[in-house]
């Protein structure tokens, strides 16, 4: 079953990891990675990565990106996004908590931005908008 608009928003605002692809060379399949993201229904989808890593590079040079969340329970969902890269922005402590936030138990939080900070580098924010859509919803088995 197709998914509706509202279904398909909320979906996707559910903390779930994402698997980011973003076409890195025209002669290889999309680099595809796991990643933490943030999105509000209505507005854009946002990830942190270093400013120097192969996805950021590779979004640098497409100028967009899509995203794909899944579950298989209750019943096998999914929802795929796809869109331009509508600006950067600096990374910021309040950032990195509420992402680490949306993920992590809270007893954890802390000790994970603090261990981010200190040993995974530099991070900035890349914003994209959703433009395009796949959202199904297969029952459950």
Known sequence: MTLSRDEREQFLAEPHIGALSVVERPD?????????????????LWVRTGPDSRKA???????????????????????WVEGPVTRTAPDSRDRSWELAARYLPQEKVAGFVEYDAAHLGEHFLIYMRPERWAATDLGAF
């Open 57 to 79: 590079r590779a979004i640098r040079s497409a100028g967009r990106f899509s995203l794909m969340v899944q579950r298989a329970e209750p019943s096998v969902r999914y929802v």
């Open 28 to 44: 290889r399949a999309p680099l595809t990675v796991p990643i933490w993201y943030q999105y509000t229904p209505g507005g854009e």
